[in-house]
């Protein structure tokens, strides 16, 4: 499972005060505590009005239907018509950052992991031929060595 950064403009009209702002921090970081969720401290008072944007850590397997939950929990607790932002992950660099990267492509593959002579670990990638005739493989070798930070070898079954 992956880490998402799950971000929502919790005021896109720029109308709540910073009072507002502060109990409805208070207010989501409570309700998503409770289901695993982490919201990352932020004055969203100090925040331009346009960009008042909650970022809400979330262990997933579906960053869709958990943006939704986020955003129907900001909608109750800041009483505003919420809009979804950009969902990014964190990257550890384990395989399982790897397979979550396959996943964003739509692909399926094996993964096997080496140490390398120099420190590196090698990432062993076997995918299907007709995956590579769909996602070309430099976008693919590129996403896989930034969430891993190693070698990449990708090669087709």
């Known amino acids: 499972m992956r880490t998402a950064v799950v971000r929502v403009n919790v005021d896109p009209a720029g109308a709540l005060t910073g009072e507002s702002l502060a109990r409805g921090m208070a207010e989501l970081a409570a309700a998503l505590a409770e289901t695993g969720g982490e919201v ?3 004055d969203l008072g100090a925040a331009p009005r ?3 944007e909650v970022q809400v ?3 997933t ?3 869709v239907a958990d943006t939704a939950r986020v955003v129907a929990v900001c909608a109750r607790v800041f009483g505003t018509e919420p ?3 950009v969902v990014t992950y964190v990257s550890r660099g384990t395989d399982a950052d ?3 990267v396959l996943a964003g492509f739509g692909l399926a593959g094996e993964i096997i992991r080496v140490p390398g002579s120099d ?3 090698i990432l062993e990638v076997r995918l299907r031929e007709a995956d590579l005739e769909r996602v070309p493989e430099s976008r693919i070798h590129t996403a896989l060595e930034a969430s891993t930070n ?3 070898r990708i090669s087709t079954v």
């Open 98 to 100: 790897a397979y979550g």
């Open 150 to 152: 190693c070698e990449v």
């Open 40 to 42: 990352l401290d932020k």
């Open 57 to 59: 850590l979330l262990d």
């Open 50 to 52: 346009s960009r008042r």
């Open 83 to 85: 809009v979804p932002g």
């Open 61 to 63: 397997g579906d960053a």
């Open 119 to 121: 420190g590196y670990d």
